[in-house]
Nanobody, 116 residues
Framework: QVQLVESGGALVQPGGSLRLSCAASGFTFSSYRMSWYRQAPGKERELVAVISSAGGSTDYADSVKGRFTISRDNAENTVYLQMNSLKPEDTAVYYC?????????WGQGTQVTVSS
């Protein structure tokens, strides 16, 4: 069965850093575009970062540009999100997403809380 399992969420102070991981199994990871989304209470789920299947292209939401970096290791079937200079508005549940053509998968999410 397909699984996407996020980890690395934590409580961190403003200005701090976290590294999220998403471990994939049950599908051909290297064929899928991978993304990170986030959702705060009462807000819509929003796209944070995208990386192409081979890792050669990335895109970011304006709110995280210059602070977050998405990367992937296809040999490990894992996608990462390095988050630096964290702000309280980054507080959300972060979800891993995989897409190829008409097929998509979601992870269960990991909580990131940025609080002073």
């Amino acid at each position: 069965q397909v699984q996407l399992v996020e980890s690395g969420g934590a409580l961190v102070q403003p200005g701090g850093s976290l590294r999220l991981s998403c471990a994939a199994s049950g599908f051909t990871f290297s064929s899928y575009r991978m993304s990170w989304y986030r959702q705060a209470p009462g807000k819509e789920r929003e796209l944070v970062a995208v990386i192409s299947s081979a890792g050669g292209s990335t895109d970011y939401a304006d709110s995280v540009k210059g602070r977050f970096t998405i990367s992937r290791d296809n040999a490990e079937n894992t996608v990462y999100l390095q988050m630096n200079s964290l702000k309280p508005e980054d507080t959300a549940v972060y979800y891993c997403n995989a897409v190829r053509l008409f097929t998509g998968y979601w992870g269960q999410g990991t909580q990131v809380t940025v609080s002073s």
